[in-house]
């Protein structure tokens, strides 16, 4: 059974940093595709930043050049480095994960969230 634990989220001023980490367990291979999203209030969930089986990343454009993505294979663990926030960056965020290496078009296990709070 595949398990994905979010933590480090919060709140911040705007202009501040956070870093969020991803536990995962139960996935059968290390090499899959993982990657953030986010919900903000009324609005649909979307993609932040993907990592691909081979540690490609792929950034949404509203957060290119502030937050970065990482994955550790050894730790099963994934990685967002935020930086530079928003207030338009508050959202409750998701760790998902893929069976798929690369592309990573869709994803099929999520966790419960991290709620990040950007105040101006």
């Known amino acids: 059974q595949v398990q994905l634990v979010e933590s480090g989220g919060g709140s911040v001023l705007a202009g501040g940093s956070l870093r969020l980490s991803c536990a995962a367990s139960?996935?059968?291979?290390?090499?899959?595709?993982m990657g953030w999203f986010r919900q903000a209030p009324g609005k649909e969930r979307e993609r932040v930043a993907t990592?691909?089986?081979?540690?490609?990343?792929v950034y949404a454009d509203a957060v290119k050049g502030r937050f970065t993505i990482s994955k550790d294979n050894a730790k099963n663990a994934l990685y967002l480095e935020m930086n530079r926030l928003k207030p338009e960056d508050t959202a409750l965020y998701y760790c998902?994960?893929?069976?798929?290496?690369?592309?990573?078009?869709?994803?099929?296990?999520w966790g419960q969230g991290t709620q990040v709070t950007v105040s101006s």
């Open positions: 998902a994960a893929s069976g798929y290496v690369t592309p990573c078009p869709e994803f099929d296990y």
């Open positions: 139960g996935l059968t291979y290390k090499r899959y595709c």
């Open positions: 990592i691909d089986g081979y540690g490609t990343p």
